[in-house]
């Protein structure tokens, strides 16, 4: 539901953000007091590709697919996760979004009028270096995302993916995927059926998989087939 302004209670969260933290207070106030909250169900479309970039979305709780459709073909290019920011590139340039959003679950957003954002940018050095610094990493993220899809077949890719996945929930033998395998296949330019074909290819090196859960039995065995790269699988290389 709307609300009118951004509650109190999250600012600190907002704030937290290496986007936000060390900007004045009087400039990061002024954003918010622009900015406001709302709750959205699952599978609720948030942007259109394609439209004007009137807010900075910045996700509080749940989680976002960002995609994108063009000839009757959908691709998912990210999934963005609290608390962190999304699309900041067409907010910063006012320019129109380049991806579509919809939630994956049920979600809270906080959303931050654009006009705002580039009126901080020109006031606020510090937050106008922080934003410099969001955008690098997002650059940076892209090209190892192409020399990913580039530059390994589809069975690597998919190795390379579980041992990222594996990494993000600490390291265990024993994880859940991240998203449905639909849309897996989609972010790792698969369709549905060389992704099956895939997880099957991936058995002869130790790698599992009932419903979403993946079991790793192996974890040398698939590390030498898969060859992680910190110039492609770092995220903060």
């Not at 910045?58 to 697919?65: M, N, P």
């Not at 691709?75 to 699309?87: E, G, K, L, N, Q």
């Not at 290819?201 to 040398?220: E, F, P, S």
């Not at 060859?227 to 290389?237: C, Q």
Request: glycine fraction near 6%; hydrophobic fraction near 40%.
């Amino acid at each position: 539901m709307m609300r009118p302004g951004m509650p109190d209670s999250d600012y600190p969260d907002v704030r937290r953000l290496a986007l936000f933290s060390e900007m004045a207070d009087e400039h990061f106030n002024a954003l918010m007091r622009g900015a406001y909250v709302q709750n959205f169900p699952q599978q609720i479309e948030l942007i259109t590709e394609g439209e004007p970039s009137d807010f900075l979305h910045v996700i509080l709780s749940g989680a976002v697919d960002l995609f994108s459709v063009w000839n009757g073909r959908e691709t998912s290019m990210a999934t963005a996760r609290p608390v962190s920011t999304f699309i900041l590139a067409a907010s910063i340039r006012g320019a129109p979004y380049l991806m579509s959003a919809r939630t994956l679950e049920k979600s809270r957003i906080a959303l931050i009028p654009s006009q705002d954002v580039r009126a901080i940018f020109g006031a606020d050095n510090v937050f106008a270096r922080s934003i410099v610094t969001e955008l690098a990493h997002c650059y940076r993220s892209v090209v190892k995302t192409q020399k990913d899809l580039k530059l390994r077949t589809s069975l690597e890719r998919l190795a390379n993916y579980l041992l990222r996945q594996q990494s993000r929930v600490g390291g265990g033998i024993e994880f859940e995927l991240e998203s449905e395998k639909r849309r897996l296949a989609s972010y790792l330019g698969m369709t549905p059926e060389n992704l099956s074909r895939a997880f099957k290819g991936l058995q002869a090196y130790g790698v599992v998989v009932q419903g979403n859960r993946v079991t790793i039995t192996d974890q040398q065995d698939l590390e030498r087939f898969a060859k992680p790269n910190r110039l492609i699988d770092d995220p903060y290389s």
